[in-house]
């Protein structure tokens, strides 16, 4: 069964903070890992990534994948308020059919304070 | 800009009654899924539907149905709604071999 592990599951930090979310997962036929933010509203995509050693960037936000370790790691750094949300990690497997149906993560919820 | 709308944000409704959510997506995707959010358990996948008139049970889809019989909707049907069926429902659709777009989804309170 594919499994997706997020930490820590809440963070709670004060503008300016730089933050780390971890995203690990156990998936047979990787394809793709993937970060959403999620305020008080439909999930919205953030990055998808595919390759390890690769860092996506927007922004303050940044990520790498390392299928090495099975893991992945989401940055944000000069915190604002408004990255205030839960953040999702997702890992879709290549399946027999072509989809992807992908396993998600319980989330990580990030408050920061002014 | 991809859309996928849900009918409600916000539902209340008893216990046993019957209830339909409706999700439209206005962009041709071929995959629909529904999910349940709830606090520390993350999305959970109820039902999802490759193709008009397919469907294909998620991890959780007991007190479920679905219908999809037009490409553009999906709809997630709660036949005798029950107290633990209270969460948020989010609805995504999705092109084949792509990433999905999410629904602002619907907070069902059973009472």
């Known amino acids: 069964e594919d499994k997706v592990v997020q930490s820590p599951l809440s963070l709670v930090v004060h503008e300016g903070d730089t933050v780390t979310l971890n995203c690990s997962y156990e998936v047979t036929n990787?394809?793709?890992?993937l970060w959403y933010k999620q305020e008080k509203k439909a999930p919205t995509f953030l990055f998808m990534l595919t390759s390890s050693g690769i860092e996506k960037k927007s922004g303050r936000l940044s990520s790498i994948?390392?299928?090495k370790e099975l893991s992945s790691i989401l940055n944000i750094t000069a915190t604002q308020t408004g990255d205030s949300a839960i953040y999702l990690c997702a890992v879709e497997p290549l399946s027999a059919g072509g989809s992807y149906i992908p396993t998600f993560g319980r989330g990580t919820?990030?408050?920061v304070h002014p | 800009d991809v859309k996928v709308t849900q009918s409600s944000r916000y539902l209340v409704k008893r216990t046993g009654e019957k209830v339909f959510l409706e999700c439209v997506q206005d962009m041709d995707?071929?995959?629909m899924f529904w999910y349940r959010q709830d606090p520390g358990l993350g999305l959970r996948l109820i039902y999802f539907s490759y193709d008009v008139k397919m469907k294909e049970k998620g991890d959780i889809p007991e007190g479920y149905s679905v219908?999809?019989?037009?490409?553009?909707?999906?709809s997630l049907i709660l036949e005798s709604a029950?107290?633990?069926?209270?969460?948020?429902?989010?609805?995504?659709s999705s092109p084949p071999r792509r990433r999905q777009y999410?629904?602002?989804?619907?907070?069902?309170?059973?009472?």
């Open chain 2, 82 to 92: 029950s107290t633990n069926q209270t969460s948020m429902y989010l609805c995504a």
């Open chain 1, 65 to 67: 994948l390392d299928k």
């Open chain 1, 30 to 33: 990787f394809r793709s890992l």
């Open chain 2, 67 to 74: 219908s999809r019989e037009k490409k553009e909707r999906f």
């Open chain 2, 102 to 111: 999410f629904g602002p989804g619907t907070r069902l309170t059973v009472t």
């Open chain 2, 29 to 31: 995707h071929e995959n």
């Open chain 1, 109 to 111: 919820s990030l408050i």
